[in-house]
């Protein structure tokens, strides 16, 4: 579910969000939702493990309009056995007793937008909160009630040292979060940072200076009982995000909102990937229209593309891909097709085989 509003443009980000912050617009908005909800009747009464609110910020909407968000898809779909709930959330946006509220609406796992626990970074990032709401984000989800919280960190920050990086992960750590996220900052076109980096007014640091930082977030947070389980999610265990771990393994995934992505797999053996368009005035509009109205591209993979996706995906896991899934599933024999390939990289260090996986 992707909640399109924010109260401030972050200016590294290109993701589609709404600038309007009104109560009615925030209405208008959940009305379409749960209207979207209703009106993709293929997928109704089938079974739902996770949901996930994300954005955007979910936690810009009221404990009673995500209540409703919520009432629409247990009313559309079979939810019994839904083992995950995940909120986005922003550090500025907690108090006790919105968390509690929405602890109470069945929410299960909080991934709060920390990003950094230093002034400096959050003003170059410019972020709504501060460095004292940062540190308390976690300890408040916890009273609140929430076992399962999540940390998003950002790395590759202009100015950003190493060792404030590292001041960073043991602030982090101190926390105790459940699960750690980590992204690297990127100068994305069309945004306020990708115009200051490609004029030169704001370097990023080089390769090499975020690839230490990668490695040193791996090192603190494994040492802190957080092991890497895919390249850029980290956990406790029994604390992966099991909504994430969908995308890697090709199940499907249903979006719901402007922006929103979706996977399904079809019988003939290949699987679509539809999008629906990120203007969310548009979207609102479509409430008003019959059958599958909201604006959307959908596109049809056939099962080879599936099979190249899926080895990537996988690569990307520290569980790996087992080869004997991938024939199974997609027909592909990678030994036969690759042997001297994956034999080469194994040699090389790039891969690790152990038994049927790489």
Not at 78 to 93: G, I
Not at 191 to 201: F, M
Request: glycine letters at 8%; hydrophobic letters at 40%.
């Amino acid at each position: 579910m992707h909640v399109p509003f924010c109260a401030a443009s972050c200016p590294y980000c290109d993701y589609p969000h709404a600038a309007e912050q009104s109560s009615e617009a925030h209405e208008a908005f959940v009305a379409a939702l749960r209207a979207e909800v209703q009106r993709r009747t293929r997928f109704h009464g089938a079974p739902v493990r996770t949901i996930y609110l994300g954005g955007g910020t979910p936690s810009q909407l009221s404990a009673a309009q995500l209540e409703q968000v919520l009432e629409a898809l247990h009313g559309a779909f079979d939810t019994e056995s839904v083992r995950e709930v995940t909120l986005e959330a922003l550090p500025d946006d907690l108090t006790p007793r919105w968390l509690a509220a929405v602890r109470a609406l069945g929410v299960t796992r909080l991934s709060v937008g920390v990003q950094s626990f230093f002034e400096e970074d959050l003003r170059v990032l410019g972020r709504r909160h501060d460095a004292g709401e940062a540190e308390r984000a976690v300890p408040l989800a916890r009273e609140a009630g929430f076992q399962n919280v999540s940390v998003d960190l950002l790395f590759g920050l202009p100015g950003q040292s190493l060792s404030r990086w590292q001041a960073t992960l043991e602030k982090a750590t101190q926390q105790a979060p459940s699960h750690v996220t980590l992204y690297r900052l990127t100068a994305e076109a069309g945004t306020p940072l990708g115009e200051r980096v490609a004029g030169g007014a704001t370097p990023l640091p080089d390769a090499d200076r975020t690839a230490a930082q990668y490695e040193r977030a791996l090192d603190v947070l494994d040492a802190a009982g957080l092991p890497l389980y895919e390249q850029t999610h980290l956990a406790r265990p029994g604390r992966t995000s099991a909504h994430t771990r969908r995308y890697w393994r090709h199940e499907t995934v249903l979006g719901f909102g402007p922006g929103a992505r979706s996977f399904f797999r079809r019988p003939d053996g290949r699987a679509a990937r539809r999008a629906n368009a990120p203007d969310w005035e548009a979207y609102v509009q479509s409430r008003a229209c019959p059958d599958d109205a909201v604006p959307h591209t959908q596109e049809t993979l056939a099962p080879e593309a599936l099979a190249d996706e899926y080895v990537a995906l996988r690569l990307r896991t520290a569980a790996g891909l087992s080869l004997r899934r991938l024939a199974d599933r997609y027909g592909r024999d990678l030994r036969a097709q690759r042997g001297p390939t994956l034999d080469r990289l194994c040699a090389e260090g790039y891969l690790e085989r152990c038994g049927d996986r790489l």
